[in-house]
């Protein structure tokens, strides 16, 4: 499996993707909270994320034009970034999803292994899909 971009048009900047190295604003549409995101890729970013202040998934990418080009930012401690998912996050998502799904019986025990790899594909997509990391926090699988 390659992690390389995929050829095709390119921005300005020589990216795939307009959003690519961009800081970009977040706002909640329930709670007003607001906050720079980073994205450390040449890949595409999700529109709406859970806001850290009140929970619900109402944290939305606004302002595209006060989008920031900044592939030399260092993203200070707490500030949100945008990077590729690794294989390792990937699992343990789909580990999670894969629990509710069983939780739910709506996996049958001989489809197990087959239904597991299509939700792990789903998410990892060859290290393409973004995942959200907050600067200065290690990451825990618990």
């Keep these: 499996m390659s992690t390389t971009i995929p050829s095709g048009p390119r921005t ?3 990216h795939r993707h307009a959003e690519a190295f961009c800081l970009m604003w977040y706002a909640c549409q329930s709670c007003g909270h607001t906050e720079q995101f980073w994205n450390s890729r040449d890949g595409v970013t999700p529109f709406s994320t859970a806001c850290p202040s009140c929970g ?19 993203p200070h ?16 998502f789909a580990k999670k999803r894969f629990e509710a799904l069983k939780a739910h019986r709506r996996v049958e025990p001989s489809e197990e292994e087959s239904i597991y790899q299509a939700v792990f594909e789903s998410i ?3 290290g393409h899909e973004p995942n959200m990391v907050v600067t200065g926090y290690s990451w825990s699988q618990s």
Aim: aromatic content about 12%; hydrophobic content about 30%; proline content about 5%.
């Design 12 to 14: 300005s900047r020589g």
């Design 56 to 74: 619900k998934p109402d944290l939305f990418h606004v302002n595209f034009s006060r989008d920031k080009y900044a592939p030399k930012h260092v």
């Design 77 to 92: 401690v707490g500030q949100r970034v945008w990077v590729s998912m690794t294989k390792d996050h990937a699992q343990a």
């Design 124 to 126: 990892y997509r060859d």
